[in-house]
Structures are given as structure tokens and as C-alpha cells.
């Protein structure tokens, strides 16, 4: 029986070496028609870090999070997982690599339970492929039960266990946004990206989940997060990335970053 | 061999005229709603067996060309005011939509099927002697159908620059909520859009006959391919775009009967479309994904 | 329909009632797990049963007489059971690769579906038209049945014994359509389903899960095909109009999306008990009016089923974790209100 990790088995080349980012993106650029959305961003996420990017309406803040994991096409740059450059990658490689993202329209499976939703996401591995599942149906089976032990474990420490045979559309605002990291999660990913992970989350809630993914970050994961409220960032985010017009305009610690009448600017604007 | 080639590609621009009538009022009905109506053949079908129908009644042919026109308006104006309206208020997404649009077309199809007892039924009237110039020989009635396809399309456009009402189209179909706030009736825009692309689909269902003679109940089904090849090849919601691709279609098309490939010339036209799409997936389809529905 | 002189013609034709429903629960478990599962829309359907059917009739048929013969068709030879199904699986699965190899590039979906639906009309067309490809408008006759002259027998005249047979074929194939929606494989066809972004952003590879299902369904509509033609003997392009497509999605949507028990219900109650027992009947009006009646009854099933949204009669089933051989038992929902 292969253990458990054989199931997040990494590219070697993706695991980062000591004090280098885990994920770098050097001058990405996007463009629609003849609009840029994003204009040239670089920015390193180390693991064990929160990275915040904040900024106005259309500073392209998504769409750099779509270059990132792929969903948008990037018309410059590059971008580094790892010491690996995974810019010509498609999405779902870049996942197996272990680069996993929320989006900002929360994008549970809805008519899958939670349990469901969960252990699907560990099938971009070769386990569930239709060669394995007809092939070598033992070797399947013994992959569900861990990959099930995997889900409850996930489910125990967000404390989600009684909403394992729930669907994903009979979830609140907030069980569904933590549904998709919990989803995240069970990839054993290196670095996550999170686009508003706090849209439509209750107030009182927010708390536990700033709390959470402090603890997944502590576990030497890289997290990247799109958020618009500032109060969740400062709590959040070890550092803070301003952008505005498809640029970064401003980079550093939260207090720091706010207090930049450059950025104050742009907000204002 | 040339003059083969060159009666060919006279008959591909009568094709294409037909197909040109048609493809304009597909795509601005579908540039403007979203929905892309599969019933759109079915309605041909309408417009030319109103045409068999006058014709029958041993009135003009004239006037089976007019009646067939408003036939055709007036069951798109059924369709989209009566039937898909009914769907819109149960928030039914543009995807389901398009399958209601197939059961319409089903249901017309073999509505008519029944009615004309699954027969097919000659249709010769303004045929006259052709007009031989070296290996090309058109008849009168081709050459008007030209010319009735060249006057619409400068006639439409017209209407969508000049007037009042079609600028509001052109607003709509771009940003239906925009144009909203903007003050224009959106609903009427849609009723007029019915109206007119309905008419144009029933003007293309009558000419289709003229030319191949005969019409049954698949008369619109068999066409239907070719006009959603050519609005999509010529980019949605550009009548010259469509007008365009439909000189293509019917050129390759004819070209490739003429030279022995009769059961194949609908495919070479659709082969256009796969290899374009092929090469340029986000020539063709870019940037549609969000589209919203307008009714 | 000839043959069946000792058999009394009321098992006759409850025998071949039986047979189409066979023939049409292949179809619809096949349509089930593109569309109910994968979401894939295949309005193309009955292409690839045709091509399973055409494939089956001339690999039996033997060598082609050419033009001088009643019929003339292409790759004539008399393969023997069970090459004859597998080249009509074949068949269906090398046309829906090539189908499927640019109709489901990534593109909006009701421009998939209309490419798809494209596909079936113009190749109605072309076979109709294409006289040396299978023989045209008129079709082939006079197909046998390779498993039941091993023994002497034939579809017709031992209407029985070909029931036994397309029933272990199409039991096992529609088992084999269950066992794999509930692996993870079909799991992974769900994700998918409900959202595409999000199942390739958790590594899945949309494209080739998309084209896989593809192939699987066509492959399962060519043997479809390969069973109907033998017991029918006969196979021509006003079998396969695309509107039989629809009878299918219809039986989908009326016996329940997704779950293999109301698909099966529904392909009794569809192409079965409201299609076929109609042409037993005594003809009413011309001949032909029932059918194209019918048909106008299934697009208004279809568009009734659009209208009220039924979840159909059997609804899609839960699967709890614990019925995925989970180690623990979840506690039950505490009041998620």
C-alpha cells in the first residue's frame, strides 16, 4: 500500500529550497483587446507567509490572480513555483504541481456533498484516471478510504464533519468559501491563492477564519490573497501588495503600505 | 474546367445571397438576445410554405414573397414574445434557452410534417429562360434574388446607423443594462428585432424555394447548418461580417457540388468553420462567456 | 418485418418491444453519463448509433455486389460474432474522437451544442446523398445476425434467443456505465459538471475527462447501433433523423438526470410505451400521421420538462460519504438552518 504521501507526491523541483519564495511571478502582464489588465507585476510569496494584494476596482488584481493559476492568459512574464517556470502550463498542471486557488464567485461543486467535493479535488492525481479505476480497481479502493481519512480530517480541524453529506448548494455563504479551501487543502498544495476568500462570510465568522488560515500558513504553505476589506488584511497579512492600473504601486507591511500617500491616492481616485 | 468553375461560382453567389438573408437575420436576432434559436430553419420553413400556400391560391408570386416575409415575422414574434418570454420569467439561463428553441423546432417541423403529409411539393414560379453569358447561365428571378439581398443588407444597415431605433439596438445588444439606464425600452428593441429578423428568415425561406424548386417540411432544417456556420464565421452581430461569410459558404459550397462532391458541398461550407475555429478558437469565439439574455 | 412464422405475433412483438428497450436504455445510459454526469451535451447522439449500425450491417453483409447490385456499400465483408460488435463499438468510438476532437474545444456551450447538433443533420445529409458509402437514401437490407448462425439461427426467427442475447450484452455494458459513474472517475465527471474552472484549478484535465466521456458514449451508442441492426435487419438514414436524439433526452428528463433507475423508467415510458406501441396500433389518417404526431408530442415533452424543471421521476441520488466505504460515520447534520 503506497502511504500517504505518495498521494501529494511533488515535483522535486517545485519544493523550495531554503529562504527562496515558493512562488514568484516576474513581469506578468495580461491584456484584453487592447486594454492591459495587468502591466508587468512581479512579487514573491515565501512559505509560511500571508501575502496580501489589495487596490481599487479594475486594478487587475484577479485577473493577475487568473495568470497565475492559469484560468487567464498572460501575454508576458514569467511565473515560478518553485525554481520550476509553470507559465506554459495549463491549469490543472499547475495544480498537480501544487498551485490551488478559490475563485471569487464561490465555485463548490453544487451537486456534490461536501465529502464529495473534497475527495474529488485529490483526483487530479493519476488514481482516478479511467486507466487506474478499470485496471487496477484494489489499488482504487484502498485509495478512497485514505483519501476519505484525509477529508475528515480536513472536516474535523474546520470543524465541518456534520456537513459531510450536505451538498454544496444547501451550504451558507460562509460553509461554502470554506468548503473550497478545505478542498484546497486535501492537495497538500504548496501555495494557495484566495480571491476575496471573505465574501459572504457572517461578521462573527471572519475571526475563525483569519485564524484558520493563519494555522494552514503556519504549516509552511505560501498563501496569496485578494481582499477589499482592509481590516482583514491587516489582520491577515504578514506583508501587503498595492496595486492600481494594472501595476504595483506600492509593497510592504500593512501599516506602512496605508500610510503611502501614493496609495491613498489611488483609492481616492 | 474554367467554365465549369466559373458556372459554379455563379450558382455560389445565388447560394450565397440566400444564405446572406438569412445569416443577417440570425445573427442580428442572436447578436441581441443571446439565444441561439435553432428554431430560426423551422421558421424558414414557415416562410415558404405561406409562399407554396399563395401560390396554390393561384395569386401572384409577388405577393407569396410578401406574405411569407410577415409569416415569418409574425411566428418569430410568437416565438420570442409568447414562448421564450414564458421561459425568461422562470429564469430559465441562455443555455436551456437554446434547448427550449430546439423543441420549438421540433414541434414546427413536425407540425408541418403532419399538416403537409410528409410531401414534397414542387414550387416553380418567376423562373423564365436563363441569361447565358459564355459558361454562365442565370435566370431573371437569380439576379433579383441578388438584388433583393444587396438591398437589405445596405437597408438594414441604414436602419441600424441612421435611425433612432437602431442605434438603440446597437447599444443593446453591447450592454442590455447600460442601455437600460440609458432610458431606451429595451423590450421594444427585442419586439422589432423579432420582427425584422423574422421577416428576413421568411423572405430567405420563399427565395430558398424560387431557386431549388421544392419545399417540405426539412426545407429549413437542411439550410439551418450553413446559417449558423456563416453568422458565427462572420462574427456575431456584423451583418457584413455575415454577408461576407455567406459569399464564402456559398461559393466553396457550390464549387465543391460543381466538381462532383454533390453529398458533400454542406460539409466543405461547416469544414470552413471547424478549420477556422481550429486555428482561431478565440477569433470566432472569444470573449462570449458572459453573455446575458435579452428578451 | 419478416420471419417469426412460429411464434405467435403477440410475443412477436412484445419480444421486439423488448429488444428496442434494450437497444434504447443502452442509449439513454450512454447519454446519461455524457449529459447527467459529465455535462456534456451531445446533440449529436444518434450519429454515432448510426455509425455503429452501418458499420455492423456491412461487415455482415459481405463483399459489395457495386453498382450493378440493389445495394453498394463500403468495407463489405462477413466478419463473424463477436468482431461485428466490437467493429460497430469501434466505429462509434473512432467517429466520436474525430467529432469530439474539435466540437468540444473550449468554447460556450450552446455553440458546442449547436455544433453537435450541425454534425447530425449534415451527415444525414451526406449519407443520404453518397450513394457508394452506404447505399443512400435506401439504406442496406437483408442484415443477419453472425452470434445466432453459429447455430442456425436467426434475429427474426428465433425473436427469443436474440432478446436473451442483447439483454446480457446490454446488461453488462449498462452494470459496467453504473460501476464506473460511481468511481472516482465519474466523480470526477460531476466536478466537472457543476464547475469546470474549479475541477481543472483542483488539477483535473477538463479536456481530456471531456473527450474520454465522449468516446465512452459513442463507443456504447455504436454497439448500440450494432445490436438494433442485427435484429432489424435493415438500416437506412430515416432510421436515424435528428430528432431520435431527443426522444432520448427526453426519456432522460422525464425519468430523472442522473440516476440510472429513472433513466431507465423513463426509456420505458418514452421511445417504448409512447413511441413504439403506437406503430402496432391501427393507422389513424394517412399513413405517417401518428408518427409525425409523436413527434410533435416529444418536442412538447421536451419543452414542458425545460419549463417546470422536474427533477424527473427518480431524482439524482445522494451518495453519502459512507457509502463510499468511509472508516467513520459522519454525526448527523446538526439543523443546518
Redesign the interface.
Known sequence: MSGPMALGAVDPQVVPTPGAPVLEARDVAVGYGGVRAVDGVSLAVYPGEVVGIIGPNGAGKSSFLGALGGQVKRSRGHILLGSRDISQLPPHERARLGLVRTFQTTSEFARMTVFENLVTAAEGDSGASLKAVILHPRRTHLREQELSERAFGIMERFEMTHTADLYGRELSGGQRRLVEIMRCLVRHPQVLLLDEPMVGVAPHLTGKLIDDLRGIAADGLGILVVEHALEVVRRLCDRVVVMAFGKVIAAGEFEEVVADPQVQAAYLS | MLAQLLGSAADGIVVAAILAVAAMGFTLQFSLTNV?N?SFGSVMTIGAFTAYLVNVAGLSPWLGLALGTVAGALATVLLGRG?LR??AR?R?Q???M???T??????I???I??IS??AIYGYTVLQGSPIRMGPIAVTPIQVGIIGIALVLLVAVEAALHLTKLGKALRATAVEPSLARSCGIKTSRVVLVTWLVSGGLCGLAGVVYIISTQSVDYTTG??F??LI??AA?LGGVGSLRGAVVASLVMGLVTEIVAGFGG???S??AG?AIL?VV??LH?GAV?G???DRQLVL | MEGGSDVGAWSFYITTLLVYFVVDALSAFSLNLQFGYAGVVNFGFIVFQAAGAYVAAVVTLGPSGGQASFQQYILGSHLPFPLELLAATLAGAVLSLVVGLFALRRMRRDYQAAVLLIVSLIALQVVSADVPLFNGSNGLTGVTWPFGQLFGATATGSPFLYLGYAAIIGLLVCLGVIWLSRSPWGRSLRAMRDHEDAASAMGLNITSLRLQVFVLGGAIAGLSGGLLVEYIGAWSPGAWGYAETFVIFTAIFVGGVGNYRGVLVGTLLVPIIFLEIPRFLPAVGYPGLTDSLEWVVVGLAWMLCLLFRPRGIIPERRLKASLHGSPREPAPAEGSA
Not at chain 2, 430546439?102 to 414541434?107: F, I, N, T, W, Y
Open positions: 441561439l435553432l414562448v414564458l421561459y422562470r430559465t441562455l443555455f436551456e437554446m434547448m427550449v430546439l423543441g420549438m423546432s421540433l414541434v417541423d413536425y407540425g410534417q403532419a403529409q410528409n432544417e437542411l439551418l447548418p449558423i456556420a458565427i454533390a453529398a458533400y454542406t460539409v461547416f471547424v475555429l481550429l478558437p469565439f470573449g462570449a462567456e
